[in-house]
């Protein structure tokens, strides 16, 4: 059993490309999270998607889009990277958002180099 | 705003001593505690939860935290760490709002557990 998994786990990037950051999930989970963690901010979310066919803006959104491509997957795009977006991206699944006893689970990141 | 604080960004301990890693949160609703846990090189796992109930909460790895609603307060405490606890720890907490359970983090207390 998986759990979430990401990939790429490293990437470097110049300024101005362009590049989509993956997630799956294995646990049959309605709700799935983008977040970034950058040095004493802890985690801010970026987008989520309560359930297949939805998505919405989290914290800081700007400067990402995402895909829920089917129930597994999430993806988070990144058009034209910036050195501001250079992070730890984390993915994150949980049963279902709208209920209070909510646990999410993480996938292992993404630290992402924006020069 | 809804928001976590830890007191201590850095903690540097030696084996065998004590730990208490402090967390307030400011929300005066209902609110759903997590300790979340990550070390070097993997993933976010919860460490412990607090929904209701006994407000002394025992997670995995002999930690232990406490709910204390009155001074809205859920450090994290463990009587003896290892050096495999190194590890950066982070508080959680859920508000409702905007028709979900948001999951706030805090900054992050990072923990070097020297032998």
């Known amino acids: 059993n998986a759990g979430v998994t990401q990939t790429p786990k490293f990437q470097v990037l110049k300024t101005g490309q362009s590049m989509t950051l993956q997630c799956a999930q294995d646990?049959?989970?309605?709700?799935m999270y983008w977040y970034r963690q950058d040095p004493g901010m802890g985690l801010r979310l970026i987008y989520y998607?309560?359930?297949?066919?939805?998505?919405d803006k989290g914290e800081v959104p700007n400067g990402y889009n995402v895909s829920r491509l089917n129930k597994r997957e999430f993806s988070l795009r990144l058009e034209s990277a910036a050195p501001s977006q250079t992070s730890v991206y984390f993915c994150?699944?949980?049963?279902?958002?709208?209920?209070?006893?909510?646990?999410?689970?993480f996938g292992a990141g993404t630290r992402l180099s924006v020069l | 705003a809804q928001s976590v604080s830890q007191h201590n960004h850095h903690v540097i301990l030696s084996e065998a001593a004590s730990l208490e890693l402090g967390c307030n949160y400011s929300?005066?609703?209902?609110?759903?505690l997590f300790w979340y846990v990550q070390y070097p090189g993997q993933h976010l796992q919860l460490l412990l939860k607090?929904?209701?109930?006994?407000?002394l909460v025992k997670g995995i790895k002999g930690f232990e935290a406490e709910f204390i609603k009155s001074k809205f307060s859920f450090n994290l405490r463990k009587p003896s760490v290892q050096w495999s606890d190194t590890a950066e720890y982070f508080c959680?907490?859920?508000?409702?709002?905007?028709?979900?359970?948001?999951?706030?983090f805090g900054a992050g207390t990072r923990l070097a557990v020297h032998p």
């Open positions: 994150a699944s949980s049963g279902n958002l709208a209920i209070a006893k909510n646990i999410q689970y």
């Open positions: 646990m049959n989970h309605n709700s």
């Open positions: 998607s309560a359930s297949e066919g939805t998505t």
């Open positions: 929300y005066g609703g209902t609110v759903n």
């Open positions: 607090y929904f209701s109930g006994d407000p």
């Open positions: 959680a907490v859920t508000s409702f709002s905007g028709g979900y359970n948001k999951l706030i």
